[in-house]
């Protein structure tokens, strides 16, 4: 039996990155405890892709997830793995004139996505501006460690950023394992169960969205939120790469709810809907405001819509 440490299995003794090595390299080099008797441990690592799972497979995969983490965090987990709703493409919007950079969008997302304490792990980064100055380069010119007594600081504004959920991700065409993909309703998602860690998404992804676990996450089991989604807010391991999925645990839920950054925006500056009902707010944004969008001239197309309304 492997010694329980209150780690995952998986990342404990035996993660994919080190079996690759292991195939390539000679059986010598591989990191799985041979005549280990933990059967937990080699369901995890001979998991199939999401996608070739039957429904039998998915709801054995989920309650072993379900007891592992109940286990680390004591406390019981409902892994959701509700798929796209017919008829439903989600877009966002964020009124540059209304965001005063308090970063309460990141905090709740923080809390809501179970991001890891320490080191600490953001999903969204909200970029301070002097006013009149002209971009070249978004992300170099912008000051995202503001610290001022107050905000909004006067003669700045603010542009906070996540995963743009791009039509055509860049992130996703690299992807050696096709761990990562966008669903139908437009949402690009990680399987963390075979992510291999070799980030070759986060260096596609122009907009900074991804990012990599460099240590075992940690949060404090009094905060860990146990409504979880398999593609979305579960407890990520070492060694894998994660970013936002529109709050997937929330918005695919039927009647949807909003992700947590719009829920918490105390000013209203965050829009979010879907872009296939003319009657949606976003919509509304689209086709009422003088939207634009990061890097466009890269064709990622975002389903990431910013505007100024003042
Ligand atoms: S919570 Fe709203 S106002 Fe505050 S930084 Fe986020 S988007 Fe801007
Ligand atoms: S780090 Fe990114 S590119 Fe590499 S396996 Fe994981 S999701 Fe795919």
């Known amino acids: ?26 059986l010598a080099s591989l990191a799985i405890p041979f005549g280990t008797s933990d059967a937990s441990v080699w369901d995890a690592f001979f998991q199939k892709h999401f996608r070739e799972m039957d429904d039998d497979e998915i709801k054995s995969v989920i309650k072993r997830m379900e007891k592992e983490y109940a286990d680390e965090y004591k406390t019981d987990f409902k892994i959701k793995t ?50 009149g100055e002209r971009w070249v380069n978004v992300f170099e010119e912008a000051d995202r460690y503001y610290n001022p007594q107050e905000v909004p600081e006067e003669g700045h504004f603010y542009m906070p950023v996540q995963c743009q959920q791009c039509e055509n991700p860049p992130c996703v065409k690299v992807c050696p394992t096709q761990a990562t993909w966008k ?3 437009g949402i690009v998602v990680i399987d963390y169960n075979w992510c291999i ?46 970013k936002c999925t529109f709050c997937i645990q929330r918005t695919r839920e039927n009647p949807g709810r909003y992700p947590a950054c719009v829920e918490i925006c105390p000013v209203g500056a965050r829009k979010f809907g879907n872009l296939l009902d003319p009657e949606s707010e976003i919509r509304y944004c689209i086709e009422n405001k003088r939207v634009f969008r990061l890097k466009e001239d890269l064709n990622t197309s975002p389903k990431f819509y910013y505007f100024f309304s003042i």
């Open 183 to 185: 669903e139908r309703d």
């Open 82 to 131: 509700t798929g796209p709703l017919p008829g439903v493409k989600f877009g966002y919007g964020l009124d540059l004139s209304l965001c005063i950079g308090c970063r309460r969008c990141v905090y709740a997302c923080v809390k809501e996505n179970n991001q890891s304490r320490d080191p600490q792990i953001h999903w969204i980064t909200v970029l301070q501006f002097k006013n």
């Open 1 to 26: 039996m492997l010694k329980k440490t209150g780690k995952h299995p998986l990342y404990k003794s035996v993660d994919r990155r080190s079996f690759l090595k292991g195939t390539a390299f000679g």
């Open 197 to 242: 860690g070799c980030r070759y998404c986060m260096a596609a992804c122009p907009y900074g969205a991804r990012h990599f676990n460099w240590g075992k996450p940690h949060i404090d089991k009094s905060e860990i939120n146990p409504d979880v989604h398999y593609f979305g807010n579960r407890p990520r391991y070492k060694g894998v790469v994660e």
